[in-house]
T-cell receptor, first 114, second 115 residues
Framework: DSGVTQTPKHLITATGQRVTLRCSPR?????VYWYQQSLDQGLQFLIQ???????AKGNILERFSAQQFPDLHSELNLSSLELGDSALYFC?????????????FGQGTRLTVV | AQTVTQSQPEMSVQEAETVTLSCTYD???????LFWYKQPPSRQMILVIR??????QNATENRFSVNFQKAAKSFSLKISDSQLGDAAMYFC????????????FGQGTRLTINP
């Protein structure tokens, strides 16, 4: 158990809909990262939050947004969903501001858009 | 931008044998972190081993060891005495020290263990 909790584990929704994925980082970790794993794109960095503030953006679509709340949990919002958004979405957390440690991953949310 | 390349989409090895997975990366930084993650069928991302770029000594974790060649920007993973539970996708990853400190992943190598 990595200590990072993601909910839900599985999500099936229709095109055009909006979903919210939730992530609770390990206790004490201020940094939260979101990654998308699809068959053709591999693992892609989407966005990072640090102590409630957006720190960096990667290959995140404009239809996607995220936030980190005062209790440090984070949510990834995906809207106007398309078939191509079907993927495994991972959240990872790490110790505040220190890159000399590994990032711990949650078990992921499997999103299927039909 | 940093890139990570895993040139072996699939590898297989006999149980109890040794296998080496290749990884190369590109960066202009002198200090960074490298990782190997394992992703079994459960899809969980599990850290296997990590290497700090400023350390010349190759990291070792039980049956797992790396061959880190900084000048060549190469970071291979050697698995000794392969076990059936080692079957998984293996991802090489680079983590920057500055900036977002995000992980940049290779495309992965699927490792099959033959009994």
């Amino acid at each position: 158990d990595s200590g990072v909790t993601q909910t839900p584990k599985h999500l099936i929704t229709a095109t055009g809909q909006r979903v919210t994925l939730r992530c609770s980082p390990r206790s004490g970790d201020l940094s939260v990262y979101w990654y998308q794993q699809s068959l053709d794109q591999g693992l892609q960095f989407l966005i990072q939050y640090y102590n409630g503030e957006e720190r960096a953006k990667g290959n995140i679509l404009e239809r996607f947004s995220a936030q980190q709340f005062p209790d440090l949990h984070s949510e990834l919002n995906l809207s106007s969903l398309e078939l191509g958004d079907s993927a495994l979405y991972f959240c990872a957390s790490s110790v505040a501001g220190r890159s000399r440690t590994e990032a711990f991953f949650g078990q992921g949310t499997r999103l299927t858009v039909v | 931008a940093q890139t990570v390349t895993q040139s072996q989409p699939e590898m297989s090895v006999q149980e109890a044998e040794t296998v080496t997975l290749s990884c190369t990366y590109d960066t202009s930084e002198s200090d960074y972190y490298l990782f190997w993650y394992k992703q079994p069928p459960s899809r969980q991302m599990i850290l296997v081993i990590r290497q700090e770029a400023y350390k010349q000594q190759n990291a070792t974790e039980n049956r797992f060891s790396v061959n880190f060649q900084k000048a060549a920007k190469s970071f291979s993973l050697k698995i000794s005495d392969s076990q059936l539970g080692d079957a998984a996708m293996y991802f090489c990853a680079y983590r920057e020290i500055q900036g977002a400190q995000k992980l940049v992943f290779g495309q992965g190598t699927r490792l099959t263990i033959n009994p």
